[in-house]
Each structure stands twice: as structure tokens, then as C-alpha cells.
């Protein structure tokens, strides 16, 4: 039975043993979490290819036989199906899409011939909280209006830990804060990214009599009994 699906398996009257041929790349996929790619790290890759025939020693040929007769473990193809595990140490800043190549460690060439090459194919997972663009990390922040208007701190978990962030009084919604230098570290190149914070004060609904009662009273403080509202242009998009 052929083990290689297209490649029809070498008879004795198809000449002496496999063919010299090249062997065909391979790829794999890894998926990495945004942790995983923050930090660098080291992952097994499962890969399953061809190796070399142990039993004829990749020419195809039956051991102490006429090399017109096929190897009864391969076929006279000179490789078997092998399933392997790799070590694949990853970069800190490769993005989703990535390519690495490992030179050699695709399936083996029939007949002797060379060994093709494996590409690990990067995948970036969806982290709960963060979303990349480039190397900076994007996150939104929902804050109270009370917090937005007094001002408050609050800590954001970053991939170094915990970082304090202050919240200035009268921030509004729409503005965004930056933790320069918190981001994914520059794949080629010194530095890193940063977290850019976006900040959503959402507007309180359903007030009771009491805390209606106060805001009415902040809008006669303020001289917004009659608010003036004002037309201007839609923000740019980052």
C-alpha cells in the first residue's frame, strides 16, 4: 500500500529503486497567545512529514536484494510517513501571520535526495482584554461619570503586571491615555509598543428622585439650565 497519496508505489520492472527527488515543504500552524508573544517563548510543533526508510536506508531497494525489487516498507518510495515533535524557540514580537522557516525539517527527498523545508505558520489568539495594532495593545475602560468627573486611579493589568493609571478630573468620553513603552516588543529593532487606553464614560439612566434632584442642582451651578449645544465635526478615526 502506498503511503503517499498521488505517487504510485515502484514495481520491479519501474527501474532501481526510488528516484532522486527533492522533498516537498511542510507547514505548520502555532497558535500563541498575546502573553506567549509579548515574552518570547518555547513551543513544541507537532509535524507530521516523511523520513528516510530505516529498513533500506532511503534507496528504495529491498535489503539484500536486487535493486529491482521494492523495500517491503516502503514501496521503493525510500521514506515512511513519521510523525514529529520539535522544539521551536519564538522571537518576542512576531504578529499573527508570521512565517519561520526551518531549513531541512520538511519530509524527506526520495532516493537520497535533499530534504525539503518546514514553515511555522504564526497565529495570534484573541486576548479577553486587548487588541493589537502594530505593535501597540488597544483597551477600553468603562468609567462612572462621577469617577470621570472628580478624577480617580485605577490599575490596569498589563503583560509586565499590574500598571497604576491616573484618571484626571473632567476626563471625557473618547479621550485615550498612553502607557508608552507597555506594549509587544519590536520584532527587529530595540523597543516596544505601547498600551493606549480608551476611556467610555457612559451617561447614568434610570435616576431616582433624589439623584435627579442633585444633577439638576449641578446644572444650575454650572449655568446649564438652558444648555447651549454645540455642532462640530465627527473625531478623526486613529
Same mark, same amino acid.
Given at each position: 500500500?502506498?503511503?503517499?497519496?498521488?505517487?504510485?508505489?515502484?514495481?520491479?520492472?519501474?527501474?532501481?529503486?526510488?528516484?532522486?527527488?527533492?522533498?516537498?515543504?511542510?507547514?505548520?500552524?502555532?497558535?500563541?497567545?498575546?502573553?506567549?508573544?509579548?515574552?518570547?517563548?518555547?513551543?513544541? &510543533? $507537532?509535524?507530521? /512529514? #516523511? +523520513? =528516510?526508510? @530505516?529498513?533500506?536506508?532511503?534507496?528504495?531497494?529491498?535489503? !539484500?536484494? *536486487?535493486?529491482s525489487t521494492p523495500c517491503h516498507e516502503c514501496g521503493?518510495?525510500?521514506?515512511?510517513?513519521?510523525?514529529?515533535?520539535?522544539?521551536?524557540?519564538?522571537?518576542?514580537?512576531?504578529?499573527?501571520?508570521?512565517?519561520?522557516?526551518?531549513?531541512?525539517?520538511?519530509?524527506?527527498?526520495?532516493?537520497?535526495?535533499?530534504?525539503?523545508?518546514?514553515?511555522?505558520?504564526?497565529?495570534?489568539?484573541?486576548?479577553?482584554?486587548?487588541?493589537?495594532?502594530?505593535?501597540?495593545?488597544?483597551?477600553?475602560? &468603562? $468609567?462612572?461619570? /462621577? #469617577? +470621570? =468627573?472628580? @478624577?480617580?486611579?485605577?490599575?490596569?493589568?498589563?503583560?509586565? !503586571?499590574? *500598571?497604576?493609571?491616573?484618571?484626571?478630573?473632567?476626563?471625557?468620553?473618547?479621550?485615550?491615555?498612553?502607557?508608552?513603552?507597555h506594549g509587544i516588543p519590536h520584532l527587529r529593532g530595540?523597543?516596544?509598543?505601547?498600551?493606549?487606553?480608551?476611556?467610555?464614560?457612559?451617561?447614568?439612566?434610570?435616576?431616582?428622585?433624589?439623584?435627579?434632584?442633585?444633577?439638576?442642582?449641578?446644572?444650575?451651578?454650572?449655568?446649564?439650565?438652558?444648555?447651549?449645544?454645540?455642532?462640530?465635526?465627527?473625531?478623526?478615526?486613529?
Amino acid at each position: 500500500m502506498n503511503a503517499f497519496p498521488g505517487q504510485p508505489p515502484r514495481s520491479p520492472q519501474s527501474g532501481t529503486g526510488a528516484r532522486t527527488r527533492t522533498g516537498q515543504d511542510t507547514t505548520a500552524r502555532l497558535d500563541l497567545g498575546l502573553d506567549e508573544i509579548a515574552s518570547g517563548c518555547v513551543k513544541e &510543533v $507537532v509535524v507530521d /512529514t #516523511a +523520513a =528516510v526508510c @530505516g529498513a533500506c536506508h532511503g534507496v528504495g531497494g529491498g535489503p !539484500g536484494s *536486487a535493486m529491482s525489487t521494492p523495500c517491503h516498507e516502503c514501496g521503493g518510495e525510500g521514506r515512511v510517513p513519521l510523525r514529529r515533535t520539535l522544539a521551536l524557540k519564538i522571537p518576542a514580537g512576531v504578529d499573527d501571520g508570521t512565517r519561520i522557516l526551518l531549513s531541512g525539517e520538511g519530509e524527506a527527498g526520495s532516493g537520497g535526495g535533499r530534504a525539503g523545508d518546514l514553515y511555522v505558520e504564526i497565529r495570534e489568539k484573541a486576548h479577553p482584554v486587548f487588541r493589537r495594532r502594530g505593535d501597540d495593545l488597544h483597551c477600553t475602560v &468603562v $468609567v462612572p461619570m /462621577t #469617577a +470621570a =468627573v472628580l @478624577g480617580t486611579r485605577f490599575a490596569l493589568e498589563t503583560m509586565d !503586571g499590574p *500598571a497604576e493609571i491616573d484618571l484626571p478630573p473632567g476626563t471625557h468620553s473618547g479621550r485615550s491615555l498612553v502607557l508608552s513603552q507597555h506594549g509587544i516588543p519590536h520584532l527587529r529593532g530595540p523597543g516596544r509598543g505601547d498600551i493606549v487606553v480608551h476611556v467610555e464614560v457612559p451617561t447614568p439612566t434610570a435616576l431616582d428622585a433624589e439623584q435627579e434632584q442633585l444633577v439638576r442642582r449641578l446644572a444650575h451651578l454650572r449655568g446649564e439650565d438652558q444648555p447651549t449645544i454645540r455642532l462640530q465635526p465627527p473625531p478623526a478615526h486613529p
